[in-house]
């Protein structure tokens, strides 16, 4: 067997708060969205990740998955969150830190999901 992506499915009680999050913070890139459906959608696009967000509040309700995005510039993806959108900074990790694993990490979180950065 062999895969070549992982696509994960976030579903938000209001799609906005996802779309403020990876379009507006991330800078994901919309690649196909159907918003008047019974349960709306965008399939999100950036450096190869690929994320589909949902609006279907029973499942945002019972899912709050994690991510990690590793990258090779921690340093710039943190000044830019956290210059651009300081309030989605995780209170428990919200600096670049140096993990008892050897990876340096930060995390945001908003109403749905949290993302931990990592740079090995």
Request: glycine share 4%.
């Amino acid at each position: 067997m062999n895969f070549s992506k992982l696509v994960p499915s976030i579903f938000y009680q209001d799609i906005s708060d996802g779309l403020k999050l990876f379009v507006d913070c991330l800078q994901f890139k919309i690649e196909h969205k159907d918003l008047n459906c019974s349960q709306p959608y965008c399939v999100l696009e950036k450096d190869g990740i690929s994320i589909i967000i949902f609006q279907d509040e029973k499942l945002a309700k019972e899912h709050y998955p994690e991510l990690r995005i590793v990258t090779k510039n921690i340093e710039e993806v943190y000044n830019t969150i956290a210059e651009s959108h300081p309030q989605l900074l995780h209170p428990n990790l919200n600096k670049v830190t140096i993990r008892p694993w050897g990876a340096k990490e930060f995390a945001i979180l908003d109403k749905q999901v949290g993302i931990r950065f990592q740079e090995w």
